[in-house]
C-alpha cells in the first residue's frame, strides 16, 4: 500500500489518528490510551497486517516523552510509524505490546532500563542492560553522570 | 546453594543452573539461567549487559562523522556493513549519495565482510559441536580477507572505512587482483567444507530437528538475517530495500524451510556463495572517479528523523537518528540484529537436551557487544 492508502485503510479504523507526513515513513500520532486498541488493530487487520515490529524506542523531548514503534508487514511490505506522546515525565505508563509482537518483550525493558518508561501488563518488566542497583536512566536528557567529561 | 546463595533445586524439582558469563559456547560475556528437568531445558533466561558502553549515550555527544566509528565495536564481525549503515543515514539526512566508485567499492567490502563473518562462525560451529579441523580449515581463507582489509583500510577487523560521501581513502592498488585469487581459492575450498563438516553423521544428528522454529514465530520475534531465513521467512534487506546499488545485482536470497539449526547452518553455507558471486561481479567493473563525495567540514543534518536499514551479516541493522538541526544527534538508536534473535533463543531451547543448547546458540551466531551496545 502507498502512504495515501494506508492513510485511509488507518482512519477507517480510526478515525481520531492524527498523522505526520514530513519523514519518509508514513508516522501516525496518538496517545497513550489510544496504543493498544491501535496496534491490536494495525496486526489483526488483513488489509494492513502489520506482522513485525523491527524498532522500538522512545526519545526524550524534555517536556514529553514519545514511544517510537516502527511497524512492517511481511505479507504487504509495507512500513508504518507509530508514535505515542507521553507528557506525564516523573511518572511515565504504557501499556505494553508483547502481546502482539514478542519481540517487544526484550525492547520494551530495554526502554524502561534506559528511559524509565514502566510497560503496563508487561510479563518480566526488569531492567535488562544495566544492573538492578542502578541510579536513575542513562538516556533521559537530565541524566547527569559525575564521570561523564564534556570536550 | 550456589555462591550467589541462591537455590539449585526450585521448589517444582528444576535444576537450576548458570552458564557463563565466562564460558566458550556463549562466545562473549553472555549469561544464561538454565532451569533443568534432568537434562531437558525448561526455561532460559539471558542476563545481558556486561558489556554494554552506552555507544547510543556517547553519541548524543559525538559529531556526525565521529559517531561512526563507535558502531565498528558493535557487531565487531560486520564493522563495515555497520559503518555503512551510519554513513547511509546521515546522507539520507543531508540529502548527497555516494559516488558510484564509493558505492561499488562499499559492497565490495560489505560481500569479504560478510564472507569472513560467516568463514569464522563456521569454523566455531565446528568448534563448539566437537569438530576441531573446521575452525583451521575457516582461519587459513578468513586470514587472507584479513590480509585485504588490512592492505585497503590499515585494520583487520574495525576497518572504519566508510565516511558520510563515500569511502575515507582509494582502494589499495592490490586490491583487484588479490581479491580475485582469494575468491579463486575460497571457491574450491566450499566442497572440502561440505566434506568435512555439512556431510558428518555426528554434525548432522546434533542440529537436525533441534532448536526449531517457526516462521510466525520468527517473524513475532523479530528475528533476521539467516536466523530468520532458516525458518523460510524472506527478510533480506539487500532485496527488500537496496542501498548502494544492490538492485543492480544478481543474486538470490537464501530460504531454508527446516527451521532448524541444520537449516540455519545451510542457509550461511549458500549464502557463502552468493557473496562470491556478488564480488566476482563488482571487481572487474569497478567505476572510475571519485571516491567521495564533497560534503561540508562540520555537518549538520535538517530537523527531522532519518531510518536506514542495511542487513549486516547477522540481519538486520537498523540506524534511526533524530536530529535537532545540530551538529551532532539528538537521539541515535541502533535496531540491532543480535539483540532480537537472541530474545528467541528461550522459545527455541524449550524442550531440548542442555547439550543441544551449544548448537542454538551457534546457529543464532550471537556477537554479544552488538547485543549490549
Not at chain 1, 526488569?126 to 544492573?131: A, E, P, Q
Not at chain 2, 545451510?266 to 556463495?273: L, S
Request: with cysteine; proline share 4%.
Amino acid at each position: 500500500m502507498t502512504n495515501e492508502e494506508l492513510k485511509i485503510a488507518v482512519s477507517a479504523l480510526f478515525p481520531s489518528v492524527t498523522y505526520d507526513e514530513t519523514g519518509e515513513y508514513l508516522t501516525v500520532l496518538i496517545s497513550p490510551a489510544e496504543l493498544s486498541p491501535l496496534m491490536n488493530g494495525l496486526r489483526s487487520n488483513g488489509d494492513l497486517s502489520f506482522d513485525y515490529l523491527f524498532c522500538l524506542t522512545a526519545v526524550d523531548w524534555k517536556t514529553h516523552l514519545t514511544l517510537v514503534y516502527h511497524l512492517q508487514s511481511k505479507v504487504h511490505r509495507h512500513v508504518l510509524v507509530v508514535k505515542a506522546k507521553i507528557t506525564d515525565i516523573a511518572n511515565p505508563v504504557i501499556e505494553t505490546v508483547s502481546d502482539i509482537w514478542q519481540t517487544a518483550n526484550f525492547h520494551e525493558r530495554e526502554v524502561y532500563d534506559l528511559f524509565g518508561i514502566t510497560f503496563t501488563r508487561h510479563p518480566d518488566m526488569r531492567r535488562i542492560l544495566l544492573d538492578e542497583s542502578w541510579e536513575g536512566y542513562p538516556l533521559r536528557k537530565n541524566y547527569v553522570d559525575e564521570n561523564m567529561i564534556e570536550i | 546453594m550456589n555462591l550467589l546463595g541462591e537455590d539449585i533445586i526450585t521448589e517444582e524439582g528444576e535444576f537450576v543452573i548458570n552458564i557463563g558469563p565466562q564460558h566458550p559456547s556463549t562466545h562473549g560475556v553472555l549469561h544464561l539461567k538454565v532451569w533443568l528437568d534432568g537434562e531437558i531445558i525448561k526455561r532460559v533466561q539471558p542476563h545481558l549487559g556486561y558489556i554494554h558502553r552506552s555507544i547510543e549515550k556517547m553519541s548524543e555527544n559525538l559529531s556526525y562523522r565521529n559517531f561512526i566509528y563507535a558502531t565498528s565495536r558493535m557487531d565487531y564481525l560486520s564493522a563495515h556493513i555497520n559503518n555503512q549503515a551510519c554513513a547511509l543515514c546521515v546522507e539520507k539526512g543531508l540529502g548527497v549519495e555516494a559516488t558510484p566508485r564509493a558505492q561499488v567499492i562499499r559492497i565490495l567490502m560489505a560481500e569479504l565482510t560478510r564472507l569472513s563473518s560467516h568463514q569464522l562462525w563456521w569454523g566455531c560451529t565446528g568448534l563448539d559441536l566437537g569438530a576441531v579441523t573446521p575452525f583451521f580449515y575457516a582461519f587459513r581463507e578468513r586470514e587472507q580477507i584479513m590480509e585485504i582489509m588490512e592492505e585497503t583500510c590499515g585494520a583487520r577487523l574495525t576497518q572504519n572505512y566508510s565516511v558520510p560521501g563515500g569511502i575515507m581513502y582509494d582502494i589499495h592498488p592490490n586490491f583487484q587482483k588479490r581479491t580475485k585469487d582469494v575468491m579463486k581459492q575460497i571457491k574450491s575450498k566450499f566442497q572440502e567444507y561440505d566434506d568435512v563438516l555439512t556431510g558428518n553423521v555426528i554434525f548432522e544428528n546434533r542440529t537436525k530437528g533441534v532448536g526449531y522454529l517457526s516462521a510466525a514465530d520468527a517473524i513475532s520475534f523479530g528475528c533476521t538475517g539467516p536466523t530468520a531465513r532458516g525458518s523460510a521467512v524472506s527478510c533480506d534487506i539487500r532485496k527488500w530495500h537496496p542501498y548502494d546499488g544492490y538492485e543492480k545485482l544478481q543474486f538470490d536470497e537464501i530460504t531454508e524451510t527446516g527451521g532448524d539449526c541444520y537449516a540455519r547452518y545451510m542457509v550461511r553455507m549458500h549464502e557463502m556463495k552468493q557473496s562470491v558471486s556478488i564480488i566476482e561481479q563488482l571487481i572487474d567493473n569497478i567505476p572510475e572517479g571519485d571516491f567521495q563525495a564533497k560534503t561540508k567540514v562540520v555537518l549538520k543534518l535538517p530537523k527531522g528523523e532519518f531510518f536506514q536499514r542495511v542487513e549486516t551479516a547477522r540481519g538486520e541493522l537498523g540506524v534511526y537518528i533524530v536530529s535537532d538541526g545540530a551538529a551532532s544527534p539528538y537521539r541515535i538508536k541502533y535496531r540491532s540484529p543480535n539483540f532480537s534473535n537472541l530474545s528467541a533463543l528461550d522459545h527455541m531451547a524449550r524442550g531440548c537436551k542442555i547439550g543441544d543448547l551449544v548448537a542454538i546458540m551457534s546457529t543464532i551466531d550471537l556477537v554479544i557487544p552488538d547485543v549490549d551496545r
